[in-house]
């Protein structure tokens, strides 16, 4: 277990309870005050989950890893462009990524590659995986594999299996028009439209508490390999066949 004996057995609730009152409270002297709940309830968690679906990973899809140290999204809000200058995050989450991605993982920069996600937040408990706003280089190959590669990609999101668990690809931030370039009518032409390339689902909020929680995400990236491996083959990022 890399090196520590701990298993996760769940978040208590006290970590649903310390992001609603950070929600409420988003201010230092408030974090300060309840830092280790923060601390125990939420960060000391999140990495033993992280540590244990990595082992899952390592059986299905090795070239994917998580890692304690880098995987986990940092809690403080990067506030230098933006008029929201709330100093936190109101949720956890973590980062699965190419073991070739380079760095950036755990920042508002992790998508060196495609990968696996999951968020808790009060509301919105879910695990995801792909790449999300990647730079223009990335999105060009990725628009160029569609182009030549637009029937390996149709199989896999159009199967029936990733529509019932995911259902559609997120259309967050699609162009209204094809990007120059391209044919207007090319058979791929909504996903060359796309700027973002993930799907999700919803993790009930009883498995949150449970021991069970890494075998349910693992269960969803599994389902959801195809489509990382896809991506990451658009971006020279090459699958592994063990460790």
């Known amino acids: 277990m890399h090196g520590t004996d701990e298993t996760f057995t769940g978040f208590p609730p006290r970590a649903m309870t310390f992001l609603r009152g950070l929600a409420k409270n988003n201010r230092k002297e408030w974090f300060e005050e309840h830092r280790a ?9 999140m990495r033993l989950l992280i540590d244990e679906v990595d082992v899952r990973l ?26 929201d200058k709330s100093p936190y995050k109101t949720n956890a989450a973590c980062w ?38 990647p730079p223009r ?60 390339f993930t799907a999700g689902a919803a993790i009930a909020a009883e498995d949150i508490g449970s021991k069970k929680l890494p075998d349910v995400l693992a269960k969803h990236f599994a389902a959801m390999t195809p489509f990382v491996r896809w991506l990451n083959s658009a971006l020279g990022l090459k699958p592994a066949s063990a460790r």
């Open 37 to 45: 709940d923060y601390e125990d309830a939420l960060r000391a968690p």
């Open 58 to 83: 390592a059986e299905f899809i090795p070239e994917i890893i998580g890692s304690a140290k880098k995987s986990m999204f940092r809690i403080h809000r990067d506030v230098r462009f933006s008029k």
């Open 96 to 133: 699965f990524f190419h073991r070739d991605s380079g760095g950036g993982v755990g920042t508002e920069a992790a998508h060196g590659g495609a990968g696996f996600y999951f968020h808790l937040e009060p509301g919105d408990i879910m695990c995801g995986g792909g790449i999300w706003m």
């Open 137 to 196: 280089p990335a999105l060009n190959r990725i628009r160029e594999s569609l182009r030549d590669d637009y029937a390996g990609f149709a199989e896999i999101v159009q199967h029936r299996t990733f529509k019932r668990r995911f259902g559609a690809l997120s259309e967050e931030s699609m162009l209204t028009r094809m990007p120059r370039g391209y044919d207007p009518d090319h058979p791929a032409g909504a996903w060359l439209r796309y700027q973002s």
